[in-house]
């Protein structure tokens, strides 16, 4: 039998990132992963190839709609082909789970691959390609999450059909129905609405990207709405059918009506939740909670001391860079060092165009935490670089304290936000002030000149160009 210092059971952005953490600090690693290929959902079926295609459906709409405008002009007809296109797709992710498996080697990792199972808690079984059984003095459960769905719909895969469907297709469908207006189901809405599919998003709240600050929620839905996107806001589903090859939703509106919706494709977007079947939790003395968490302490310990466990198993935001910050965090503790990880700086991003991102508190969480604050606000169409490029809609908010100035949050919504974020959690993480941004050079032109633009907003009202 095997033995190790660290085994890590799934190779997701937190399981790798450890793996490979463990390995630095010279500590003999295993990685466990049920499939063939490592990286998990996010590069298998999650944020890498949904970016693909998102890639791609924007080339095709600045082909169509805007090149012209540029100068721009290609005789003939614009075609997609969506089989090109998804292979395209399928060749980022084999060329990322390629660099993983580079990475393993490098590392001096050994993988095993099959669904690892604890017999006890220094003690896991494998079945699979790499039957058999290891032996690790320390063990981290990184496992992930899987597409979660409503009691009454019963997915086909075909038609009614969740993300790791969407991003796979044959065809290009004629309407889409998208059940949930969160991050998933927008990303992978407007792929295909660029791509010509009438798209409907049936939400259960009153506002889309409902735990992001309701501003970045508002403009975002003015964008799918200008692109003729139906968005059916407090919307409550009550039954999803398949005829054929069409699908019927039914939901009740905020007025207690029963409405009903036609499209040929259903997508579930309705959330992730927590994946540990399998994994036999209890033979380890592992408690998982009533969500289907894992439960950790402080360190991200499980009720077996030797036992972690990070990313989407756990409690938080299900994000790759928060999976991969608790990875290293417990690569870090485990090896006997004082690692930290402020929660409340990990970004949030939406990959739609615009692009959505935010750090911090949202103005509804300073609200209920009873804090005084000001507003510092800069839209996006007052950039040069924004009026050069044609990327004009969006806006950045930053929130600071009203006495001392510090930046509290800051949400943004426009061109390459998912970017400019970083600047925000810089400040953040060294409690910076509107006034320290604001007397920061920005080069010009630049989208980043909306950051200190907002952050003069912030400080007595005095943004330059507005």
Known sequence: MNSYDVAIIGSGPGGYVAAIRCAQLGMKTAIIEKYSTLGGTCLNVGCIPSKALLSSSHHYEEATKHFEEHGIEIPGEIKVNLEKMIGRKQSVVDQTTGGIDFLMKKNKIDVYEGLGSFKDATHIIIEGKDAGEIEAKNIIIA???????????????????????????????????????????????????????????????????PTMDAGLSKELNKVFKKAK??????????????????????????????????????????????????????????????????????????????????????????????????????????????????????????????????????????????????????????????????????????????????????HMIGARCADLIAEAVTAMEFRASAEDISRMSHAHPTFAEAVKEAALAATEDRALHV
């Not at 798209?199 to 259960?204: A, K, L, S």
């Not at 970004?347 to 750090?359: I, K, L, M």
Request: charged share 25%; aromatic share 6%.
């Open 229 to 410: 996107c139906k968005m059916m806001l407090s919307h409550k589903v009550q039954s999803v059918e398949r005829i054929g090859d069409e699908v019927i939703v039914k939901a009740e509106n905020k007025k207690g009506e029963l409405v009903e919706f036609k499209g040929d494709y259903c997508l579930v977007s309705v959330g992730r939740r927590p994946y540990t079947d399998g994994l036999n939790a209890e033979a380890a003395g592992v408690n998982i909670n009533d969500k289907g968490q894992v439960d950790v302490n402080d360190h991200l310990q499980t009720s077996a001391s030797n036992i972690y466990a990070i990313g989407d198993v756990i409690k938080g935001a299900m994000l790759a860079h928060k999976a991969e910050e608790e990875g290293v965090f417990v690569a870090e503790t485990i090896a006997g060092q004082k690692p930290h990880i402020d929660y409340n700086l990990i970004p949030g991003v939406v990959y739609t165009w615009p692009e959505v991102a935010a750090v911090g508190k949202t103005e509804e969480e300073l609200k209920a935490d009873n804090v005084e604050y000001k507003v510092g606000q800069f839209p996006f169409r007052a950039l040069g670089r924004a009026r050069a490029s044609g990327d004009i809609d969006g806006f950045v908010k930053i929130l600071a304290d009203k006495v001392t100035d510090e930046v509290l949050g800051v």
């Open 143 to 209: 496992t992930g999450s899987k597409p979660s769905n409503l009691p009454f719909i019963e997915l086909d895969k075909e038609r009614i059909i969740t993300s790791t469907e969407a991003l796979k297709l044959k065809e290009i469908p004629k309407h889409m129905i998208i059940i949930g207006g969160g991050v998933i189901g927008l990303e992978l809405g407007q792929v295909y609405y660029r791509l010509g599919s009438q798209v409907t998003v049936v939400e259960y709240m009153d506002r889309i990207l």
